[in-house]
């Protein structure tokens, strides 16, 4: 095998062909090997006869052609002097080989066939080159050939050039043989069969090639069995990665190993994968193993035991179970999911938590079909029935399905996923004016609440926005244009001439709006808060006391992990009212609405409240 043979192959109709060990590559390629220009021109043109010979013979019996492979030169012998002047005249004999189906013929015997063939497809050469010397031989004399050990053929092609190979027959023969060299060349003793898959002698175009081994064990003493056929089959295999390397052919190589004796054991047991193999493999090489069975089976000979036989039987029982829990499976588990997981993704569009299969088919009737009126009842009821159908399998009540059950639930299932994309493009119709409406009501509020800050009730929010808010610096110039486009947005979605992808861009804008807003007034908010506050020191320790309009509110300790807080109404006289505990959320409630003093004004009867509170010996601090 030379280093160019090594090299992967991209094409398998146009690979580059060997002659006398030398590539015929395509042109252009020729100038880059180191052989004299009178070769090259040779080689370029026993390339261009040999593809101008394919094309020939195609024409005229296209389906038939199943590989055309230049053949290696014969290896030279030592004859008598008469012979030696005929071997002398095959010095420039190109040497052909045609490989013709013959699986359906039916009009004429095989040896007609091959005759017949023959003499075409010999003119054919003839008319291309004289020395052009053919050799056709039948699919099934191939195959007998094995049969019978001859193997001389298989070798021949290993090392030839495949000029047309539609079938991969002539890559999956040189592989295999490639591997069964390497494999004999290191295990010699323990191969008994290497055999190719039935399908590769039967003009069947196959995405893999597949061979099997069987390994003889019988004598093995250093090891366990099993052992020996995993470390063996490893080293076969990573034979085979080479193998396919080396060649350069890239369809799977997929090789099975067995040993003898468990080889014996399955086929005693009528193991149906054995009795194909035994029956439509052919042996590439055999010790006397393979063949003898393969007979013995063809005459019935070789018959299962009954053990085999009720074995078989249970295992087809035992399969038959296995397909009723499948098809339980499917229609109480998977067909119940399918429906469920898609209500729960409905409900979560809507805006509920994912919820629990318990709780989907409540809240798909609750909210869908009476509260939104957007489901009719019957599709609450497909669901219960598959949920219901779920739960007595799952409880042993159920333990078989039928097949007018499978097609009961496969008709509902596709009405509930059609009826539940509608739902969907509803759902989201909805979504989007509940989208609209917050984000227009949200900006509303938030320009109000601003206004009312500077001392502006709003009557035209726009323009006073504008004048108040904008024209002042207050707010950058950009919010007054948003603030403009939630309100056509508005407008339009009214009008039916807004897009969804609009909707959400002005989303996003006003969501920034209402954010930027909020800040602004907690800024002002927080400002005039820190007018209210009066902060007092009490031995160690800071309280705290805000006074609002109408209310005092009251921290003890400042820096307590949990702070208590109290709140008093501010009685008519300037004092305060009964003290009560209160939340922190009491407090911002509060101070959201109320307004916040400009001055702090401390009343003597506030004063002496606060001494009561926190002692007489109080450090006061107001903010001003």
Known sequence: MSNNDKKPKEDKQNQPLMANNIPLSAPGDLKDLKIPEEVKKKLEKLKDELYKFKDSILKKFDKYILGITLLPPPMPQKLGEEKEKKEELKKDQINVLVVVDDTDSTTMSKLELKDKLSKVIEKSAEEINKNLKTEIKLLSELREDCYDGKYEVLRDIAVSAPVYDPKDL?????????????????????????????????????????VYLIVDDTDVKRMPRIELKDRLGGIIRSMGAEASMITGIKKSFHIQVYILTDFWESVKEANPVIYTFLRDGVPLFDRGVFMPWKLLLEM?????????????????????????????????????????????????????????????????????????????????????????????????????????????FLSDIRDYFARLKKLFA?????????????????????????????????????????????????????????????????????????????????????????????????RRRGYELERAKIRIKYGNKYGEVILLDNIVFITKDVDAKEKEIHKADITKEGGMGKITGCKLEEIEEHLAKAKIPKRVFLKEKIFEDIKSIFGKDVEILVSS
Request: proline residues 3%.
């Open 300 to 408: 019935g000979r070789i018959r299962p035991s009954q053990e085999a036989i009720d074995m078989q039987m249970d295992i087809g029982e035992k399969l038959l179970e296995r397909v009723k829990a499948r098809l339980l499976s499917i229609v109480s588990e998977d067909l119940y999911y399918a429906a469920l997981n898609p209500t729960q993704a409905a409900l979560m569009l809507y805006g509920v938590p994912p919820p629990t299969p318990k709780e989907t088919v409540k809240l798909l009737e609750e909210i869908f079909v009476k509260k939104e009126k957007l489901l009719e009842k019957k599709y609450v009821d497909i669901l219960e029935r598959i949920r219901k159908y779920y739960k007595d399998v799952e409880h042993g009540k159920i333990k078989e399905v039928t097949g007018r059950d499978i097609d009961q």
């Open 170 to 210: 002539l890559a999956a023969l040189r592989i295999s043989e490639l591997h069964k060299n390497m494999v004999l060349q290191r295990f010699d003793k323990y191969i008994v069969s290497y055999v190719a898959a039935g399908s590769l002698f039967r003009n069947e175009k196959s995405g893999d090639i597949d």
């Open 426 to 522: 509803e759902i989201e119709k909805k979504s989007e004016i509940k989208k609209i409406e917050e984000m227009y009501e949200g900006a509303i509020s938030i320009t109000k609440d601003v206004l009312r800050l500077e001392g502006k009730e709003s009557e035209n929010l726009i323009k006073d926005f504008e004048n108040y808010l904008i024209k002042t610096n207050k707010i950058p110039e950009k919010y007054l244009q948003i603030l403009k486009t939630i309100f056509k947005a508005k407008n339009e979605f009214k009008e039916g001439t807004i897009i969804k992808q609009e909707i959400q861009k002005v989303w996003v804008e006003a969501s920034n709006y209402i954010r930027t807003l909020v800040e602004y007034v907690q």
